[in-house]
């Protein structure tokens, strides 16, 4: 890999960048975004260059496409026949079947892996980027690519490669599934104005993704919707389960299970 | 107030006394628990010294019942004509209806205000005892009494009064609620063996109330099950009805509302 476009250079595209350079990637860094973006990016040393989409994609041997979901599912369509034989295409949307389905269809000579690092932070923008922002946290891919799978090794990621179907649904269950359940517990909560008097740790822990913005999440439910209605089921049928056997010494069984759970959650990530 | 009997010398009754004496409290601190208890909570300091319940009882201008709830329903009935007159006796269970309705029955001639200090910590035993525990959070009172409002005040909580259903409505939705959400988010994903592999801080704040013992829920759930089952309706309810809005325009405006209770929660707790 000689040379890298980076397509949408804000929180996650700029810490790849800064990530690669870390890793001792010496080749061209192209940013693809918006003037003021792309400016911004350059003044703080996270790319060499900028270019427009489709001079970035001629010149690329790695394009990263870092946007919002359905910016990503526009852009590989704009890619189509532009991207050369022999360039990677890789992306960082949450969800993955849909953009995998679209990579199917429109890009003709290169090759197109998807990805997803399981990292952020609670502020975006390149100002934000950090070339540490990927260490220890997973990094899927859908497929094996020995190229990308040096450089995500190589900025400290733990690689995980997965099926786009399995992707959507575990990340539904482990991230979508949480976000939906601290929207609702905020909304039900705010339903009671004396409810913020009594409120400990516990309803704090539990908002506190309530406070992110829909603007993410609005793809993520537009490209994940089976997957989450699964989630959603499970879960519901649990609550259900637990309503019923809330006085019985069941109980106790279902709280060490879920102990054992949230233990084995904390050793992995 | 000359003389306290402290009830149970674990890390809340250990707290409170800790917390009056650095309030000022120049009077005797008598601890109510078993000996290996007790003992150390002289060594400690926390207490001047220990009685049985019934001595303890018949000194005491409080009685600060700090014991697991069942403990505090047992209690009530064997302090019932042993308490003197003039008496106050208060406790910091986590439910109130119950404990309340037992103390009208049991406690004939001192006067009880049932009491819920929102405060606590992962570990527990009077080693854990700190006089700052209660500062700056919410304290419940079921009815006002100025002697042990005067000393709350002193203690630096914020001093919260609440009719017994009322405060049992409200902690099932701020806090037993978020419990079980946790402990059955935990068990769906467990279920899926394969989910830790792609978990995040999503995950992880979402499934550490999981971890909590169950020996502390399990009179919980006996003693504030018509609540909890309505604040699971509620939940259940929500979920439903986001569930169905999904890929709505609608859910705008639900995060707009979950972020605006979320902060108001960050405000006052």
Request: no cysteine.
């Given at each position: 890999v000689k040379t890298v476009a980076i397509v949408g250079v804000g929180l996650i595209g700029g810490s790849f960048a800064l990530a690669l350079r870390k890793a001792g990637f010496d080749g061209q860094i192209i940013g693809v975004s918006s003037p003021p973006t792309v400016e911004r990016a350059q003044s703080l040393g996270v790319i060499d260059a900028a270019a427009p989409l489709q001079d970035a994609a001629a010149r690329a041997d790695l394009i990263y496409l870092a946007q919002p979901i359905q910016q990503i599912l526009e852009t590989l369509g704009l890619l189509g026949t532009r991207a050369r034989k022999g360039t990677v295409i890789t992306d960082a949307g949450s969800t993955k079947t849909l953009i995998c389905e679209r990579a199917a269809d429109a890009i003709r000579h290169a090759k197109f892996v998807g990805g997803h690092p399981m990292a952020g932070k609670e502020s975006r923008g390149?100002?934000?980027?950090?070339?540490?922002?990927?260490?220890g946290r997973p990094y899927v891919l859908t497929a094996r690519e020995p190229h990308l799978e040096k450089w995500i090794e190589a900025i400290g990621a733990r690689l995980v490669i997965l099926d786009p179907v399995e992707h959507d649904k575990l990340v539904a269950l482990v991230s979508h599934l949480p976000q939906l359940l601290s929207t609702a517990l905020a909304v039900v909560i705010g339903d009671?104005?004396?409810?913020s008097q009594v409120a400990g740790p516990a309803a704090s822990d539990l908002t506190?993704?309530?406070?992110?913005?829909y603007e993410i999440w609005r793809d993520i439910f537009a490209t994940n919707g089976l997957s989450i209605d699964a989630a959603f089921a499970a879960f519901i049928a649990k609550l259900e389960s637990l309503r019923l056997q809330l006085?019985?010494?069941e109980m106790e069984r279902v709280f060490d299970k879920a102990a054992t759970s949230a233990r084995a959650l904390r050793k992995t990530s």
């Open positions: 390149v100002e934000e980027a950090e070339a540490d922002l990927f260490r009671h104005s004396a409810a506190r993704l309530a406070l992110s913005p006085r019985s010494p």
